[in-house]
C-alpha cells in the first residue's frame, strides 16, 4: 500500500475552511484515497474516500490531483467540534494502515 | 446509521490472566476488524475477519486470537496477557466490498499490571 504524507499539526479559525494537505506519490491505480478522523478519545470517524474524481459529502469535499499524487480535504466551515487527528490512507482493499496523521486545532 | 459496540470501555488485568475483548457490530457487515493503537504507532491491524468462523492475521498477530462464531460479533482474545498489551483496542467494521470504509467502535482501553 502506498505510503502517506501529512503535516503533523495545522491550526484554523472557527468559521474559516479547513485545508489538509496528504501526499501519496507512490499510489497505484486501483488505490483509493480515504480520509478518516479522531476525536479524543473516540473511536476513528470515516469521513470521505475517492479513487480519481473529486468528491463531496455532508461532512468535507475531497479534492485529488489529476496525476493522483496528492490530496486535499476541506471542511468548509471549521467549528471547534472539528478538532481532531485527521488521518489520509491509501489502499486497494480493507486493510487499512494508520499513520500518525494531521493534528487539526480550531480555534475560536 | 451503522453502531460498533465493544463491552468495555476501561479494563485492568493481571499478567498471565486470559483477556476477553468483545465488539458487535448491528449492520450485518461482513468485515470486523481488530486493531491496536499507541502513541507514535498509530493503528495497528491485529486480526481481520471476511465471514462467519473466517479469520486472517493482520500485521501483529503474536500473543491474540480471534473468535467469529455469529456474524455481528467479533471477539479478540489474550490468551496470556502480558504488559506490552497494554494498550487501546479497536474494533471495526465494513461492508462486503473491498473498498466499503470502517465504522469503528470507541474503543478499550486495556491496562495490564
Known amino acids: 500500500d502506498a505510503k502517506t504524507t501529512q503535516p503533523p499539526s495545522m491550526d484554523c479559525a472557527e468559521g474559516r475552511a479547513a485545508n489538509l494537505p496528504c501526499n501519496h506519490s507512490t499510489i497505484s491505480g486501483n488505490e483509493y484515497v480515504y480520509w478518516y478522523r479522531q476525536i479524543h478519545s473516540q473511536g476513528p470517524q470515516y469521513i470521505i474516500h475517492g479513487l480519481k474524481n473529486n468528491e463531496t459529502n455532508e461532512m468535507a469535499s475531497l479534492i485529488i490531483t489529476e496525476d493522483r499524487k496528492s490530496s486535499t480535504l476541506i471542511l468548509p466551515h471549521a467549528t471547534l467540534r472539528d478538532t481532531a487527528v485527521y488521518y489520509c490512507?491509501?489502499?486497494?482493499?480493507?486493510?487499512?494502515?494508520f499513520g500518525e496523521g494531521t493534528q487539526l486545532t480550531v480555534n475560536p | 446509521d451503522v453502531k460498533v459496540t465493544q463491552s468495555s470501555r476501561y479494563l485492568v488485568k493481571r499478567t498471565g490472566e486470559k483477556v476477553f475483548l468483545e465488539c458487535v457490530q448491528d449492520?450485518?457487515?461482513?468485515?470486523m476488524f481488530w486493531y491496536r493503537q499507541d502513541p507514535g504507532l498509530g493503528l495497528r491491524l491485529i486480526y481481520f475477519s471476511y465471514d462467519v468462523k473466517m479469520k486472517e492475521k493482520g500485521d501483529i498477530p503474536e500473543g491474540y486470537s480471534v473468535s467469529r462464531e455469529k456474524k455481528e460479533r467479533f471477539s479478540l482474545i489474550l490468551e496470556s496477557a502480558s504488559t506490552n498489551q497494554t494498550s487501546m483496542y479497536l474494533c471495526?467494521?465494513?461492508?462486503?466490498?473491498?473498498?466499503?470504509?470502517?465504522?469503528f467502535g470507541n474503543g478499550t482501553r486495556l491496562t495490564v499490571t
Open positions: 471495526a467494521s465494513s461492508e462486503g466490498p473491498r473498498n466499503s470504509p470502517l465504522h
Open positions: 490512507i491509501v489502499i486497494a482493499g480493507s486493510r487499512l494502515t
Open positions: 449492520m450485518d457487515h461482513e468485515n
